[in-house]
């Protein structure tokens, strides 16, 4: 199963970009790269997904390198409401079953 | 309308009695999820369904019995609960079991004393 490691907390400022590294060095070929968003006594919420280069939503940029080893979650002008903690995710397929594996997430502050 | 719903919010009781944690979802989705998140915060996976079958068992208890009486519910079932269940379970819902995209419920918050 591919592990993914990112920083355990990040600080930040209300009206900056923040961006946040994932990586998963043992990723396997079919694998999607997923990003999750969780609030205090809430539900994870899922924010993006790629599988390589460049994908943008409404809420967030994800950039993937060519050998996929890696990505990064980018999140433009900050505000405090974006305070969460931040899941990467790979997808594991195992099986035929697609099973999601969360890492530890890295906690992220968005200070005034 | 809440898409995935969880009941209850709040779960206190007792070692070994028997608890349930009703999940339903109405966006129609055929794969539904429960995870367990501790107090580390890791959320890991114990059970998903699709169409009403059983497709990943992650090595969960046999206290730990999931049922899935249509698509559009999946409850949770725990026999003799121990003080190493306290935990918040999410339930979650996926359309198809080969995407990443799950939506989760708010969180069942279960203590065991």
């Known amino acids: 199963l591919a592990k993914t490691t990112q920083p355990i907390s990040m600080d930040s400022y209300e009206g900056q970009e923040v961006n946040i590294t994932c990586s998963h060095n043992?990723?396997?070929?079919?694998?999607?790269i997923t990003w999750y968003q969780q609030f205090p006594s809430q539900g994870p919420r899922f924010i993006i997904q790629?599988?390589?280069t460049k994908v943008t939503n409404e809420v967030a940029s994800l950039f993937i390198p060519a050998d996929r080893k890696s990505s990064t979650l980018s999140l433009p002008r900050v505000s405090l409401s974006d305070t969460a903690v931040y899941y990467c995710?790979?997808?594991?397929?195992?099986?035929?079953?697609?099973?999601?594996?969360f890492g530890s997430g890295t906690r992220l502050l968005v200070r005034p | 309308d809440t898409a995935v719903s969880q009941t209850p919010k709040y779960l206190v009781t007792q070692m070994g009695n028997d608890k349930s944690i009703k999940c339903e979802q109405n966006?129609?989705?055929?794969?539904m999820y429960w995870y367990k998140q501790d107090s580390k915060k890791f959320l890991k996976i114990m059970f998903s369904?699709?169409?009403?079958?059983?497709?990943i068992n992650e090595t969960v208890p046999n206290r730990f019995s999931p049922k899935s009486p249509d698509k559009a519910h999946l409850n949770l079932h725990i026999n003799s609960l121990e003080l190493g269940d306290s935990a918040v379970y999410f339930c979650?819902?996926?359309?198809?079991?080969?995407?990443?995209?799950?939506?989760f419920g708010e969180g069942s918050r279960l203590t065991v004393l």
């Open positions: 979650a819902s996926s359309q198809g079991q080969n995407t990443g995209e799950l939506f």
């Open positions: 995710l790979v997808g594991a397929t195992m099986d035929s079953s697609y099973k999601l594996i």
């Open positions: 966006l129609g989705h055929d794969t």
């Open positions: 790629g599988y390589k």
């Open positions: 369904y699709n169409n009403k079958e059983l497709i």
């Open positions: 043992n990723i396997a070929t079919n694998d999607y």
